[in-house]
Structure formats: structure tokens, C-alpha cells
């Protein structure tokens, strides 16, 4: 299967500080990038969709100026979590996409962000 | 929200005995993908059943579905402690043109535990 790459595996910072996620598709040109938060025990939660050079399209109810998402190459994208709070503990997953391949999607193995 | 509704939410089998895990969705499908998460990783995806299969094989996997009722089971036969994971249904969202983005929904997730 395709090889997705996150960085950093984990990230502990103190509250009102911003961090950034790295997702990386290493073998395949993902001209979309899906980013994705799940909290401990529960699903997947689509945070925003985005494509190569246009801007990312949010789901309701997540802060489009909080969750700073870049997708400035075919291979790769940043997730930016400005001013994390305790309630931005979570772990985040992406989720790069070829065109029309739908039907198996990769995953990169996620980071999970403390917030003190 | 979560489309698709996952039951059990955990399962606790010894090694060698049958899992099922069951889904169910709520709009209209093309196809039904389930979907592994060992814990703290990103997914991995496990098969696919079209909407218009019934049943599908691949390895110790068998995937059933019931588009009249809008479920879907997985079942893990010969458990081995190895299968120990999350397990995941997910659906793809089309528009009403019938166009996808390869969106996925995800369900609530089966927890599996396979004692050796």
C-alpha cells in the first residue's frame, strides 16, 4: 500500500501555543488531503478537505482560523493548531488522496497532541 | 455525525473463536469499506464490498451486506491475538449528481480484544 508519513508521532506543548502537523504521501500525488481528529474511543471525525494550491473546505462546526490547514504540494500538507487549548488533546489523522482513488484509502499513523 | 452505527462497541474473544462485528449506515451506497486502527495508529484498509455484492471473502475476512436493511457485518474467523484492534466501517458521500470526493463516513468503531 501507499506510505503516508505524520510528524511528530506525538507533541506535548503548553496551552496558547501553536503547533504544526506534517502529513507527507511519499509515493503517490495526493491532490486531495483529508485531515481527520479522533478522540479517545470514538471515531473519526472529518475535520476539512483540502486541494492542492485552493483552500480548504471545513466541516461545521470546526474553526477554519483555528485549525490553519496548508496543502501547498502534491505531497505534502501542514495542520496548523493555533493557540491549542486543553480541548485540542486529540489525535489527528490524515489522509492523502489520488484522484478517483476512493475505494482504499491510506492513512498516515497520526499525532496525538497534549495540550497542558 | 457519524453515519454508520457499530455494534458491539467492544468485544472480548479467546484466541481461535469467530468475531463479528456489525455496521449500519444510513444513505445510499456505492460501496462499504471496513477499515483496521491498532491503537494509536492511523488505518488500515482491510476490504470493500460493492452495493450490488452480497457476501465477500478475503482471507480469515467475510464481509456480508444488506442494502434493504443498511447494514453490513464483518466477521474475523480463527481470532488470533494479533487481530486485537479497532474496526471500522465507512461509507463515501456522493452528491447529488453522483459525484464523490472520496469523502468517508466513518461508524462508531468495534473495539476488538482477542485473548491468547
Known amino acids: 500500500g501507499a506510505v503516508v508519513s505524520q510528524h511528530p508521532s506525538w507533541v506535548i506543548c503548553k496551552s496558547g501555543t501553536s503547533v504544526k502537523i506534517e502529513c507527507r504521501s511519499l509515493?503517490?500525488?495526493?491532490?486531495?488531503m483529508f485531515w481527520y481528529r479522533q478522540f479517545p474511543k470514538q471515531s473519526l471525525m472529518l475535520m476539512a478537505t483540502s486541494n492542492e494550491g485552493s483552500k480548504a473546505t471545513y466541516e461545521q462546526g470546526v474553526e477554519k482560523d483555528k485549525f490553519l490547514i496548508n496543502h501547498a504540494s502534491l505531497t505534502l500538507s501542514t495542520l496548523t493548531v493555533t493557540s491549542a487549548h486543553p480541548e485540542d488533546s486529540s489525535f489527528y489523522i490524515c489522509?492523502?488522496?489520488?484522484?478517483?482513488?476512493?475505494?482504499?484509502?491510506?492513512f498516515g499513523p497520526g499525532t496525538r497532541l497534549t495540550v497542558l | 455525525s457519524q453515519q454508520g452505527e457499530e455494534d458491539p462497541q467492544a468485544l472480548s474473544i479467546q484466541e481461535g473463536e469467530n468475531a463479528t462485528m456489525n455496521c449500519s449506515y444510513k444513505t445510499s451506497i456505492n460501496n462499504l469499506q471496513w477499515y483496521r486502527q491498532n491503537s494509536g495508529r492511523g488505518l488500515v484498509h482491510l476490504i470493500l464490498?460493492?452495493?450490488?455484492?452480497r457476501e465477500k471473502h478475503s482471507g480469515r475476512l467475510r464481509v456480508t451486506l444488506d442494502t434493504s436493511k443498511k447494514s453490513s457485518s464483518l466477521l474475523i474467523t480463527a481470532s488470533r491475538a494479533a487481530d486485537t484492534a479497532s474496526y471500522f466501517c465507512?461509507?463515501?458521500?456522493?452528491?447529488?449528481?453522483?459525484?464523490?470526493?472520496?469523502?468517508?463516513?466513518f461508524g462508531q468503531g468495534t473495539i476488538l480484544t482477542v485473548h491468547p
Open positions: 489522509s492523502p488522496l489520488e484522484p478517483g482513488q476512493y475505494n482504499e484509502q491510506f
Open positions: 465507512a461509507t463515501i458521500a456522493y452528491n447529488a449528481g453522483g459525484t464523490s470526493y472520496g469523502k468517508l463516513t
Open positions: 464490498i460493492r452495493s450490488n455484492e
Open positions: 509515493d503517490f500525488q495526493a491532490t486531495t
